[in-house]
């Protein structure tokens, strides 16, 4: 259990670290984090830090520390698109592998995600559901995404076409109630019939929802992304952002052509409004660098969320993996679904993404702004994580000049 953000700051101080360290306001040379409990208690230079409660002493000579020159210190990454790492996977809803999943992916850095469960059978979607609002309940998950089961057939890509389904209200109820409050975000296509009344439900219940695998026009999508924000802005939900998201962007959506704009024109005016946030799957094998780069120019870091959509395979070489029920075989890093040879996911962690949207010409504090700051607020987590700063939960990684991780804490215990 997490200490209150007051109860927190008057513990005693039992870390310190030293070196450059990114906040949201850039870089902070000869900068320090000072650490009590699970908190961050200070986040700053090093020669402006002044508690009048501090007590050399008492931290331990094991817990002061200055990381090299040429690294940096930097918030723990959100992830509000991923299926998995390491062998596990969190659409099979089988405990164990989801715990290999979580347990990779925290040491990975990406020290706050949600598991995205993809379209299956009622029965399975309940279960999964519930296991997750129970690792949610232990701390180890921020919450749930559902890509689907409300999606085009025409654009499923890697989804089980047998399990696709129109929007069914009472269906969409039931999972609702399965989550227990834990379920974040859904995916669905908006020119399906009901969709209008599915936004309808899960906005009312504080749930994003998220263009994604869809098929539609650019009036459908924007109609759409409007309904959502409304919803969203008039629930009185504390912490949500109050905008919808777009499932991985460009990805299982028709093309943008000059003479058929389709949803892409929509979302990204949408995000270039602050009225969406666009997700990008910037591993260069969904999405050409300089498409990533021409989307920061665009919209925005601030209207940007930079995710995985990983599966089993991250973190591990090529082979034969599934997601959920479906065989993959991975090559080159690239995962291909074995029936169709659709793209099924990702094989990058989120600091893999960062770093290569820093390749592709996007300045650093952007791409991890996007990594971040980002995510948390679509979260309603931005007094809770994605930042250095007091108060917060005390998740850093340390990596060097080529984003290379090289240490990582989550709550204020160090990973190994």
């Excluded at 200070?42 to 007590?55: I, K, L, N, S, V």
């Excluded at 607020?377 to 700063?389: C, K, Y």
Aim: glycine share 12%; aromatic share 4%; with cysteine.
């Amino acid at each position: 259990m997490t200490q209150s953000h007051d109860t927190a700051a008057h513990l005693p101080i039992k870390q310190l670290i030293h070196g450059s360290i990114v906040t949201d306001h850039g870089v902070i040379e000869g900068g320090l984090l000072a650490i009590a409990g699970d908190r961050i208690v200070y986040a700053g230079r090093a020669d402006h830090f002044d508690d009048p409660d501090f007590e050399a002493a008492d931290v331990d000579a094991a817990n002061v520390f200055a990381v090299p020159a040429g690294h940096r210190i930097i918030p723990g990454l959100v992830d509000v698109h991923n299926h998995g790492g390491n062998g596990g996977d969190f659409p099979s809803g089988n405990e164990s592998s989801a715990r290999t999943a979580v347990e990779f992916l925290h040491r990975a850095g990406t020290t706050t995600l949600l598991a995205s469960m993809v379209t299956a059978s009622p029965e399975d979607l309940l279960n999964g559901i519930r296991l997750y609002a129970r690792l949610t309940e232990e701390g180890l998950l921020a919450g749930i995404h559902l890509e689907g089961p409300f999606l085009s057939h025409t654009r499923c890509g890697a989804q089980n076409p047998a399990f696709l389904l129109e929007p069914d209200l009472e269906l969409a109820a039931a999972l609702i109630e399965a989550g227990q409050g834990h379920i974040c975000t859904m995916t669905y296509a908006p020119e399906l019939p009901g969709a209008a009344d599915l936004v309808d439900l899960l906005t009312a219940h504080g749930i994003t929802p998220s263009v994604g695998h869809t098929d539609c026009d650019t009036i459908t999508a924007s109609e759409s992304l409007d309904q959502a924000r409304e919803g969203l802005d008039s629930t009185g939900f504390d912490g949500i952002s109050g905008r919808p998201t777009v499932t991985h962007l460009f990805n299982g959506m028709p093309p943008m052509h000059h003479r058929s704009p389709g949803p892409v024109a929509a979302c990204l005016r949408a995000a270039k409004a602050g009225h969406a946030a666009v997700e990008l799957v910037a591993d260069n094998t969904h999405l050409d660098p300089e498409t990533v780069k021409t989307v920061f120019a665009l919209v925005g870091a601030e209207n940007i969320l930079l995710v995985t959509d990983s599966m089993a395979a991250a973190g591990l070489a090529d082979g034969q993996y599934m997601l959920g029920p479906s065989p993959v075989t991975v090559k080159d890093g690239v995962a291909t679904l074995d029936a169709t040879g659709s793209i099924a996911g990702g094989t990058a962690t989120l600091l893999d993404v960062v770093r290569r949207t820093v390749g592709a010409g996007v300045k650093f504090t952007d791409a991890l702004h996007s990594a971040t700051v980002v995510p948390a607020g679509v979260l309603g987590l931005t007094d809770e994580v994605g930042s250095l700063r007091r108060g917060l939960r005390a998740d850093a990684l340390i990596v060097d000049g080529d984003l290379v991780l090289k240490r990582v804490m989550r709550a204020g215990e160090w990973l190994s």
